[in-house]
C-alpha cells in the first residue's frame, strides 16, 4: 500500500494505506479494546494510520471523520475513492508488469 505518495506532509501513510484502515476500523471495529492503546497485531497497525488521521476511539463519527479527511466534506458516497482505488490498483499492476 506504500505504493504511493504520503497523504500528506503531517502524515506519513499513503491515501492507499489511510482508506484501507478505515474500511479495516468499519469492519473490525467491534472487536478492538475500548482502549486503543491497548490493541496489539493487526488492529493496532490499523489503529496506527487512522489515529495519525485524527481517528479516536472516543468519537462517534469516525466515519465523517474519515471521509472529510479524505477529501468528501458532504459526506455523500464512497464513489469518488473507488475510482481513485481502481486507479491505484491499475498503476500498481502496470509497475508490476514493467519491472518484470
Same mark, same amino acid.
Given at each position: 500500500?506504500?505504493?504511493?505518495?504520503?497523504?500528506?506532509?503531517?502524515?506519513?501513510?499513503?491515501?492507499?494505506?489511510?482508506?484501507?484502515?478505515?474500511? @479495516?476500523?468499519?469492519?473490525?471495529?467491534?472487536?478492538?479494546?475500548?482502549?486503543?492503546?491497548?490493541?496489539? %497485531? #493487526?488492529?493496532?497497525?490499523?489503529?496506527?494510520? &487512522?489515529?495519525?488521521? %485524527?481517528?479516536?476511539?472516543?468519537?462517534?463519527?469516525?466515519?465523517?471523520?474519515?471521509?472529510?479527511?479524505? %477529501?468528501?466534506?458532504?459526506?455523500? %458516497?464512497?464513489?469518488?475513492?473507488?475510482?481513485?482505488? &481502481?486507479?491505484?490498483?491499475?498503476?500498481?499492476? @502496470?509497475? &508490476?508488469? #514493467?519491472?518484470?
Amino acid at each position: 500500500m506504500r505504493k504511493s505518495n504520503p497523504f500528506s506532509s503531517s502524515v506519513s501513510y499513503s491515501r492507499m494505506e489511510t482508506i484501507n484502515a478505515v474500511a @479495516n476500523h468499519f469492519k473490525h471495529r467491534d472487536e478492538w479494546p475500548a482502549v486503543w492503546s491497548t490493541a496489539t %497485531g #493487526q488492529a493496532k497497525e490499523t489503529i496506527d494510520v &487512522i489515529s495519525a488521521v %485524527g481517528l479516536s476511539s472516543t468519537e462517534h463519527f469516525n466515519l465523517m471523520k474519515a471521509a472529510q479527511v479524505l %477529501g468528501d466534506d458532504a459526506f455523500d %458516497g464512497t464513489f469518488p475513492l473507488v475510482g481513485e482505488m &481502481i486507479s491505484w490498483r491499475e498503476q500498481l499492476l @502496470n509497475d &508490476i508488469e #514493467q519491472s518484470s
